[in-house]
């Protein structure tokens, strides 16, 4: 990098990749576990496996599970994000390995979120 065109054009190069990566994920559900040190304190291992588990014996192929740091409400944790195409960010906390069953058949099989373990802006 000898120039701030340079620095642009890597941007620009990235961010054309980051949509191509968006337009071919389209139809996925994205699922992301607090996964820092608080979240796992708090029982986020076992919510991990819990979605993992229930999304493969459902065949799923259409949701995607992975881990991230910490989310930023530690307080909170365990915490799970789901970004599904189409909506707003769903943020569901306080969970064990029962509710994130329940947020697999209720939301991602039959597409009601779970209003219960959301956090909201209200």
């Known amino acids: 990098m000898k120039s701030i065109a340079d620095i642009k054009a890597i941007r620009d190069k ?12 389209n139809d996925d559900i994205r699922v992301v576990v607090g996964m820092a040190t608080c979240g796992i304190a708090a029982g986020a291992r076992e919510v991990f496996a819990s979605l993992m588990d229930e999304v493969s014996k459902r065949n799923l192929k259409n949701v995607k599970i ?28 306080k969970l064990d390995a029962d509710k994130a069953k329940n947020i697999v058949v209720n939301h991602f099989v039959n597409g009601n979120e779970v209003a219960e373990y959301m ?3 209200e």
Do not use: H
Not at 14 to 25: F, S, V
Not at 66 to 91: D, H, Q
């Open 14 to 25: 990235m961010q054309a990749e980051i949509i191509a990566r968006d337009i071919k994920d």
């Open 66 to 93: 992975s881990r991230a740091g910490c989310l930023g409400m530690c307080k909170l944790e365990p915490i799970v994000e789901v970004y599904a195409p189409g909506k707003p960010k769903c943020t569901y906390v």
């Open 119 to 121: 956090i909201t802006n």
